[in-house]
């Protein structure tokens, strides 16, 4: 609203300011309606109006003005859904790192229990050499 926000400099001095009037409040003010204005300056708004949003700059300013709320939501939404993937991952994470452990544990299970088997395997046969009458 013009009195309420106004801000003096050398070529305005808000204490001169009476006509206020309810903005939307968006990166540039514009009224919310018409019915603040007489029928010339109503002619002059409608005009700026229709050149501001006609305009690229001004499109796309009416654009995010318009999806402000979806704006708003995604943000909203993005921290929430961070949150849960950070959780999720932190779970799964401790599930993958459990499964890594008991296959490593398998692993080297198998391990010592192949060597055995080739342990076994030399000795018997270094059992039938040292046995063997016609070893020199």
Do not use: H
């Amino acid at each position: 609203m013009e009195g309420q926000n106004c801000k003096s400099n050398a070529k305005i001095d808000c204490s001169k300011i009476t006509k206020t009037y309810d903005t939307i409040d968006n990166i540039y003010c514009f009224p919310e309606d018409e019915s603040a204005f007489n029928a010339k300056e109503r002619m002059g708004f409608k005009l700026v109006k229709k050149n501001f949003i006609e305009t690229g700059i001004g499109s796309m300013i009416m654009d995010m003005y318009k999806s402000s709320r979806a704006i708003y939501w995604s943000l909203a939404m993005s921290i929430v859904y961070s949150m849960a993937f950070i959780y999720l991952m932190s779970y799964f994470a401790e599930t993958l790192a459990w499964i890594c452990v008991f296959l490593v544990q398998v692993g080297l299970v198998l391990g010592c229990a192949v060597a055995f088997y080739f342990r076994q395997l030399e000795q018997d046969e270094y059992k039938s050499f040292m046995n063997d009458p016609n070893n020199t």
